[in-house]
């Protein structure tokens, strides 16, 4: 496995513990690594993962509800909304270079070995949606557009009429 997937494999089983049994961040974060050491700019992405999305939840949360409506995202297991919420920061946090196309077959592949067996199919079209939404990719798709921090307008949460 290359450094930057395994950055993404710890950084979702670090994301995974945070959000099941709410042990300090800092802490699962630096035991992961520990057990499984990365070359530096490996171990920045999986801190950069960890940490951003962390910091964005609300925001990376309210991106899924927009896009995927029809499942509360608390409701979601929680293997697929952590791979939503980093595949997301990547996509739209302006400190990610990672390209559109990469964060969403990285969030796929999570999705594939960590899922259910729709997971995969369900993580993929929640982030086409996004993508074709945020407008993310040029018209023809080979060239990611430049990143803009996404922010959702105060009437999303209320009313879609």
Known sequence: MKPRQRARYLALQALFEIDSVGHDPEEVVRR???ADPLPPPATELMRSLVFGVLRDRERLDELIARFAPE???????????????????????PESDTPVRVAINEAVELAKLFG?????????????????????????????????KVRLPKSSKTSEA
């Open 32 to 34: 992961r690594l520990m």
């Open 71 to 93: 499942w509360p995202v608390e409701q979601l297991p929680i293997v697929d909304r952590n791979i939503l919420r980093m595949a997301l920061w990547e996509l739209t946090d």
């Open 116 to 148: 259910s067996e729709s997971s995969p199919r369900f993580v993929n079209g929640v982030l086409g949606m996004a993508v074709r939404t945020l407008g993310l990719v040029d018209e023809d798709k080979k060239r990611p557009r430049r990143r803009n």
